[in-house]
């Protein structure tokens, strides 16, 4: 099995930055085969909703709302995927959750992460 692990939330005033780290462990033959990971977040009251995505090449997506101010990267080799965000606002508050997706003979299979606190003080 593989477990996610998100750290790096907290407490920043608007304008600020923060950097998340998601670390995949577990069976490595799975990590492996995980190709899309991203991130996404839950506001109170909201849907949960995806911020930014990559694939293993590096190929990258983000939520218009982020575009320009967040940055979603990956080392393959460490199994890690981090997002740098900037120039926060107090709507970027909630839950960032890590996500991997992995393809399988039927589909695809979903791994999350426990969640990480991120909140913007105006």
């Known amino acids: 099995q593989v477990q996610l692990v998100e750290s790096g939330g907290g407490l920043v005033q608007a304008g600020g930055s923060l950097r998340l780290s998601c670390a995949a462990s577990g069976s490595i033959s799975i990590i492996n085969s995980i190709n899309n990971m991203g991130w996404y977040r839950q506001a109170p009251g909201k849907q949960r909703e995806l911020v930014a995505t990559?694939?293993?090449?590096?190929?990258?997506n983000y939520a218009d709302s982020v575009k320009g101010r967040f940055t979603i990267s990956r080392d393959n080799a460490k199994n890690t995927v981090d997002l740098q965000m900037n120039s926060l606002n107090t709507e970027d508050t909630g839950v960032y959750y890590c996500?991997?997706?992995?393809?399988?003979?039927?589909?695809?299979?979903?791994?999350w992460g426990q969640g990480t606190q991120v909140t913007v003080s105006s």
């Open positions: 996500k991997g997706l992995r393809p399988t003979s039927s589909g695809f299979y979903d791994y």
């Open positions: 990559i694939t293993r090449d590096g190929s990258t």
